[in-house]
Every structure is written in structure tokens, then in C-alpha cells.
């Protein structure tokens, strides 16, 4: 498990959730420069998704009592990745960012991707015990 049970007391303190949270701050940072038309629609979407993989990663954590519903709310989690890495796909192809800038969130967004796919097969280190400090939440 990530550092340990006894040093994960939120899923702030989650490696996985402080990458996602990097991304989402990447996403938003390079959005600023869309065109003005993008505005509900590439910069929309690519905001979304990126915010909810690190919504997704708390959700799972508050749900670790019940290991199918944390599996499933990683499982959403990766599929919020994977929609994050379509839409930078699209911004590439649009020529709204560099293939320099392309790489490096895709980079993030598969490395995100493999420490989610490790949670989930170690679910049972992180859904054993069923006790929840009051800093879950």
C-alpha cells in the first residue's frame, strides 16, 4: 500500500491523488490558451475529466470499507484518465498544444493509470481493517 496504512490517514495523503491533482493544475494552466470557442466544449471537457479522476480517487477511498465499491470508483477513476488522454489527443491534433506538451500529460496521465490499476490489485490492503479515522473526510 501506498506509504503504509498507518501513514495514509486521507486520500490527500494518496501519491495518486497529489499526481492527479498536478494534472488537473497542468490541464487548466494549458486550457487558458484554447481559443475562446473552446470554451464549452474542448476546454470543457478536458477540465472535467481531468478534475474527476482526482474526485474519484476520494470517493474510492471513502467507500474502502466496501472493496467492490472502491474497485469500482478506481475503476472510474481510470476511465477519467483515459477520457483526459482522448481530449489531449484532440487539443494535439487541433494544434492547440506542442507535442512536447502533448507527451508530458500523457506521461502523467499513464503513470496515474498504473498506480490506479495497483490499487486495485492490491484492494484488499487498502479495504482491510474498515477503520476511518475522522481525517477521511
Not at 493544475?25 to 473552446?38: L, Y
Not at 466496501?66 to 484532440?90: C, G, M, N, P, R
Not at 494544434?95 to 498506480?115: D, H, P, T, W
Request: charged content about 30%; some cysteine; glycine content about 4%.
Amino acid at each position: 500500500m501506498e506509504k503504509g496504512n498507518r501513514y495514509v490517514r486521507s486520500f490527500r495523503d494518496l501519491d495518486v491523488y497529489k499526481m492527479a491533482s498536478n494534472l488537473t493544475s497542468s490541464i487548466f494552466e494549458i486550457t487558458k490558451r484554447f481559443p475562446k470557442e473552446e470554451m464549452y466544449s474542448l476546454t470543457d471537457q478536458v477540465r472535467r475529466s481531468s478534475r474527476s479522476v482526482g474526485a474519484q480517487i476520494a470517493e474510492a477511498w471513502g467507500k474502502r470499507r466496501y472493496e467492490k465499491h472502491f474497485i469500482s470508483k478506481l475503476t472510474d477513476a481510470d476511465a477519467e484518465q483515459l477520457e483526459t488522454q482522448h481530449w489531449i489527443e484532440v487539443a494535439l491534433n487541433c494544434q492547440y498544444i506542442s507535442v512536447v506538451e502533448r507527451n508530458a500529460l500523457i506521461e502523467q496521465c499513464n503513470y496515474i493509470g498504473k498506480m490506479i490499476y495497483s490499487m486495485i490489485a492490491k484492494s484488499k490492503m487498502f479495504c482491510s481493517g474498515g477503520t476511518q479515522s475522522e481525517t477521511d473526510h
